[in-house]
């Protein structure tokens, strides 16, 4: 079963006089979504007590719980403690997954900079079997699943293919596949079944079928440029797309389970309701 829920609670959770993360649970729960997404995107703001005390809010409440890392991970930096540091935070974002009780930590892997591409994803590949070998081997891994996400921007590594790629490396990493990233870097590439087929076939054969079956999704409109990404749009934007039907389709066809997350930029719970509804009226056909 695909299951559902929001980036952040956004201006609905506020309006409704609601605050801090321990009454974030049943709320999601009582909206009737299935999973939540907390956001270290600007760093690790919170204490691990903190952490715990929510974690077991969302166990109560059976919503899944995914931690997205701090943006300012680069695999590829060639500064050696600029490496360090994209370490550290996965590192502390394992710390945080173990204190909330979540399963998955999403992150940015990499930014080209000044190198070419090739080189960028070539360090990037490099440092990925260092870290994630390391860490496997001390044991941090166990159960947990690491997942690098599909880039919207031309600059950044991650396109679908890159980030497949990558999570050939080790076996706790799976891909995050932010349709709305591949859309806006591909100009608008994502509009029937078929279109989400080739992403998830390319998953398939690379990284077998369990791995594409529990991945990880990033789903909102997202307005986009020469550039790629520019920002993040609600759901009921008719512009830019993509839209969640031909998804769902494949998703159904292919009896895929994986987690879907709306980011989008301020009725995230509401959009993933639209999301979960599409999926559900299309499964009872
Ligand atoms: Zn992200």
Same mark, same amino acid.
């Given at each position: 079963?695909?299951?559902?829920?929001?980036?952040? #609670? @956004?201006?609905?959770?506020?309006?409704?006089?609601?605050?801090?993360?321990?009454?974030?649970?049943?709320?999601?729960? =009582?909206?009737?979504?299935?999973?939540?997404?907390?956001?270290?995107?600007?760093?690790?703001?919170?204490?691990?007590?903190?952490?715990?005390?929510?974690?077991?809010?969302?166990?109560?409440?059976?919503?899944?719980?995914?931690?997205?890392?701090?943006?300012?991970?680069?695999? =590829?930096?060639?500064?050696?403690?600029?490496?360090?540091?994209?370490?550290?935070?996965?590192?502390?974002?394992?710390?945080?997954?173990?204190?909330?009780?979540?399963?998955?930590?999403?992150?940015?892997?990499?930014?080209?900079?000044?190198?070419?591409?090739?080189?960028?994803? =070539?360090?990037?590949?490099?440092?990925?079997?260092?870290?994630?070998?390391?860490?496997?081997?001390? @044991?941090?891994?166990?159960?947990?699943?690491? #997942?690098?996400?599909?880039?919207?921007?031309?600059?950044?590594?991650?396109?679908?293919?890159?980030?497949?790629?990558? #999570?050939?490396?080790?076996?706790?990493?799976?891909?995050?596949?932010?349709?709305?990233?591949?859309?806006?870097?591909? @100009?608008?590439?994502?509009?029937?079944?078929?279109?989400? +087929?080739?992403?998830?076939?390319?998953?398939?054969? +690379?990284?077998?079928?369990? +791995?594409?079956?529990? #991945?990880?999704?990033?789903?909102?409109?997202?307005?986009?440029?020469? +550039?790629?990404?520019?920002?993040?749009?609600?759901?009921?934007?008719?512009?830019?797309?993509?839209?969640?039907?031909?998804?769902?389709?494949?998703?159904?066809?292919?009896?895929?389970?994986?987690?879907?997350?709306?980011?989008?930029?301020?009725?995230?719970?509401?959009?993933?309701?639209?999301?979960?509804?599409?999926?559900?009226?299309?499964?009872?056909?």
């Amino acid at each position: 079963m695909v299951l559902f829920g929001p980036s952040g #609670c @956004g201006e609905e959770f506020v309006e409704e006089g609601h605050s801090g993360i321990l009454e974030v649970p049943a709320w999601i729960k =009582a909206k009737g979504l299935d999973a939540y997404e907390y956001s270290f995107g600007h760093g690790y703001q919170m204490s691990t007590e903190k952490a715990q005390l929510a974690g077991e809010e969302f166990k109560k409440h059976d919503i899944k719980l995914s931690l997205h890392a701090p943006f300012y991970i680069n695999f =590829a930096n060639p500064d050696e403690e600029m490496y360090a540091k994209t370490q550290g935070y996965i590192y502390t974002g394992i710390k945080f997954l173990r204190a909330f009780g979540a399963d998955r930590l999403i992150f940015h892997a990499a930014s080209c900079g000044k190198l070419s591409r090739d080189e960028a994803l =070539a360090l990037t590949k490099a440092r990925f079997i260092d870290t994630f070998d390391k860490m496997e081997q001390e @044991g941090l891994l166990d159960d947990l699943i690491l #997942c690098p996400e599909t880039m919207g921007k031309t600059q950044q590594i991650g396109t679908y293919q890159e980030i497949v790629d990558l #999570c050939t490396l080790n076996k706790h990493l799976l891909p995050t596949f932010d349709f709305g990233h591949i859309n806006s870097l591909e @100009g608008g590439s994502l509009k029937t079944k078929d279109d989400y +087929k080739r992403i998830l076939d390319y998953s398939i054969e +690379k990284i077998g079928y369990e +791995k594409t079956n529990n #991945c990880h999704i990033h789903f909102s409109k997202i307005q986009y440029g020469a +550039k790629g990404e520019i920002k993040h749009l609600n759901y009921d934007d008719l512009v830019y797309g993509p839209e969640f039907d031909g998804l769902a389709e494949i998703l159904i066809e292919y009896n895929l389970s994986p987690r879907v997350i709306c980011e989008s930029m301020s009725t995230m719970p509401k959009d993933a309701l639209i999301m979960k509804k599409i999926y559900h009226k299309m499964l009872d056909k």
